[in-house]
C-alpha cells in the first residue's frame, strides 16, 4: 500500500521514541486503538446528523460509520485473543488540542473540522505503516492487521480533505497549513501519557 499521499501531507513523521514505547504498551495500545475506531464512528455519525443537507458528507461518512465500527470488532476480537480486557482510558491531549483552536458557528466551522479530520485519520494511518514492522516479531498477526488496515485509513484522510475542501467557503490552504503545525508539535513534542496518538513518552 503507498502511502506518501499521507506522509507528504503529515509535517512530521511519528518519532522513535514513540515506537520504542509502543512495545512496552502493547496492551493499552491495544484498548486506545479500539477506542479510537469508536469515536472516529462516533464523530462521523454526528457530522452527518449535524449537516443532514450535505450529500457528499452522507455518502463519505456513512461508509466510515460503517467501517471504523467493523475495526472496532475486530480489535475488540484481537483483544480477546490476546487476554487484554477492554477497560476505560483517558483520552490523550491530541484530539481536544486539535480541536482547541475551533470557533463553534463560525462559518469556517465544518471546514476545519473536516481538515482535523483528515489529519487524524492520516497520523492513523501513517502510525499503523510505521507500527507493522516494529511489532512484526513480538506479534506477526498484528503486524499483518496493522498493513490491513492501511487502505482504509488513507481513504478516510482522502475523503476527509475532499470534503474540507469541497465545504469550504474560501481557500484552505492556510489552515490545511496551521492544522498541520499543530499536529506535528502534538505528535513531537513531550507527553505525559502513551497512547496512539500521543507524543514522545517523558
Known sequence: MDISAVNQFLLAPTPQAWLDAALDNMDILLIDHARCE?????????????????????????????????????????????????QHLSASRYAAEMRAPVTLGHTGTLTDVLIIGAYIEARSCERFAALAPVVEARDPELAKYYRFLLKSESRHFLDYLALAREYAPEPIEQRIQFFGE?????????????????????
Not at 50 to 67: G, I, N, V
Not at 182 to 202: N, Q, Y
Open 38 to 86: 469508536k469515536k472516529a464512528a462516533s464523530t462521523a455519525l454526528s457530522l452527518m446528523f449535524k449537516f443532514p443537507e450535505r450529500e457528499s458528507l452522507l455518502h463519505k461518512l456513512s461508509r466510515l460509520a460503517r467501517e471504523e465500527l467493523r475495526h472496532f470488532e475486530q480489535v475488540f476480537e484481537l483483544m480477546k485473543q490476546r487476554g487484554v480486557q477492554y
Open 182 to 202: 499543530l499536529e506535528a508539535k502534538l505528535i513531537t513534542e513531550p507527553d505525559t501519557v502513551f497512547r496512539f496518538h500521543s507524543g514522545v513518552p517523558s
